[in-house]
């Protein structure tokens, strides 16, 4: 079968018809496919915005619940002053208490300006930096109990944390041959620590 040209111009809006529906179904399907596009594109974003909604909420709830199951042992910490300022009058007033409880011969003291301190190894402190005051014990000692005797009395009496890093003995034979009580004597270093909290000014 042919096509003659009047069969052309017969058909001339049917085909510009056709092509017109061809092209409007493209245009329908290229916005459908920019629609979805974006579409998935907004669901993304909004998942993971709700994702991290969700991971903030999680992380403010444990916190929460760390805050309730520590917050005792963080008050029991301050309160025995291992938490805060240097407390040096304190530990100075606790050491001559000591001293008057005759546990030693006599023993002399020096403590050193607070600074960081540095743990070999490191350890993660959190939000807190570990300082350290260095002091320095010299004793005069009849024998090796009262120097025990002085670092328990020290423990359970003075608020704070004392590291005793070592301590060093010799015999005091001077003293010995001249008939005085001093036959030991002792040395130890050590530090108070304490923890600031870098969120408190």
């Known amino acids: 079968m042919k096509f003659s040209n009047a069969d052309f111009y017969q058909l001339r809006w049917s085909l510009a ?4 529906s061809i092209l409007l179904s493209g ?3 290229y916005s459908s496919s920019q629609y979805a596009e974006a579409t998935q594109k907004d669901q993304r974003t909004a998942q993971s915005q709700m994702n991290d909604a969700r991971n903030r909420l999680t992380m403010a709830t444990q916190d929460q619940e760390s805050l309730a199951a520590f917050s005792h042992e963080y008050d029991t910490l301050e309160k025995n002053k291992l938490i805060g300022d240097d407390h040096r009058l304190d530990w ?3 050491l001559e208490k000591i001293r008057n409880q005759n546990r030693v011969i006599d023993f002399r003291y020096s403590i050193a300006p607070q600074k960081i301190y540095a743990p ?3 350890i993660d402190s959190g939000n807190f930096d570990i300082h350290y005051s260095e002091m320095k014990l010299q004793f005069a000692l009849r024998h090796e109990g009262q120097l025990l005797n002085f670092f ?3 423990r359970s009496q003075i608020q704070g944390h004392y590291q005793l890093e070592g301590c060093t003995m010799q015999r005091n034979d001077a003293a010995e041959d001249a008939g005085t009580p001093m036959h030991l004597k002792g040395e130890c270093n050590g530090g108070w620590i304490t923890l600031k909290n870098r969120n408190v000014q």
């Open 17 to 20: 018809a056709i092509s017109a």
């Open 27 to 29: 245009l329908i399907l």
């Open 92 to 94: 100075m007033e606790g």
């Open 120 to 122: 070999q190894p490191a």
């Open 152 to 154: 328990d009395a020290l």
